[in-house]
């Protein structure tokens, strides 16, 4: 896959597919000259079975994952736009382009680095509120995001944009490592901040106007 495309590294194990010395083989079948006579015959064990508990739920989807395109429903029809959405998708890997769909309204084509990034955005990302609107992120049929139909969204921004170049993206510097896969919550993390900033001070930034705690 990627026809000679870098893929980027991913935090973690991938999925392994099951086997391995400690899960035991499917039994014969009963046609079997390999099978002997005085054997009996077992139920035959499903591939689920075969699985560790660890690989199941979540990781499970990664096999049915294909495509590195995810699809994004449940947009706000006003507020979101491609960046907005690279901002969401970019925490769990590399973003390469953002497409709204002009027949689905509040619909949107995500096409990331590797299929591994799919899988972790929809596991941490499907379900989540955005400006009061339930999103639902699945696999997309689509291989790759084409830029066509490209229109106008409601805030005059591109319905497309790529970003392959982008140096926001979170997963291709020298710390990428330090990245932290886990859902959207209402803490946020600040750090890099200067010794000397008080809480007065980040009080003072525009994104912190609004009513707030803050641990320093």
């Known amino acids: 896959r990627g026809k000679g495309r870098h893929r980027q590294a991913i935090l973690g194990e991938h999925p392994s597919n099951g086997y391995g010395p400690h ?67 970019c925490l769990y890997g590399n973003v390469e382009k953002v497409k ?7 619909t949107a084509l ?26 639902n992120v699945c ?7 084409i830029p066509n139909h490209v229109f106008e969204l409601a805030d005059g921004s591109s319905s497309y944009q790529d970003f392959s170049l982008t140096r926001n993206n979170r997963f291709s510097s020298l710390h990428s490592h330090r990245n932290i896969i886990q859902p959207p919550t209402a803490v946020l993390h600040f750090y890099n901040a200067p010794p000397t900033l008080n809480q007065q001070q980040l009080l003072n930034v525009r994104s912190f106007r609004s009513k707030a705690t803050l641990n320093i």
């Not at 709204?100 to 309204?105: A, I, P």
């Not at 591994?116 to 955005?130: E, I």
Request: charged share 20%.
């Open 23 to 89: 899960y035991s083989l499917l039994p014969l079948p009963p046609n079997s000259r390999y099978r002997r006579s005085h054997e009996q015959v077992q139920d035959l064990v499903s591939y689920k079975q075969l699985l560790s508990k660890t690989f199941s739920s979540t990781r499970s989807s990664a096999i049915l994952c294909c495509t590195s395109v995810a699809m994004v429903s449940g947009l706000h029809p006003n507020n979101m736009n491609c960046n907005r959405i690279f901002n969401l998708f």
């Open 139 to 145: 696999v997309s049929r689509q291989q790759a995001v």
């Open 110 to 135: 995500v096409e990331m680095a590797d299929e591994y990034a799919v899988d972790r955005a929809v596991t941490h990302l499907n379900g989540t509120k955005v400006f009061g609107k339930k999103l």
């Open 100 to 106: 709204f769909m002009k027949s689905v309204s509040g």
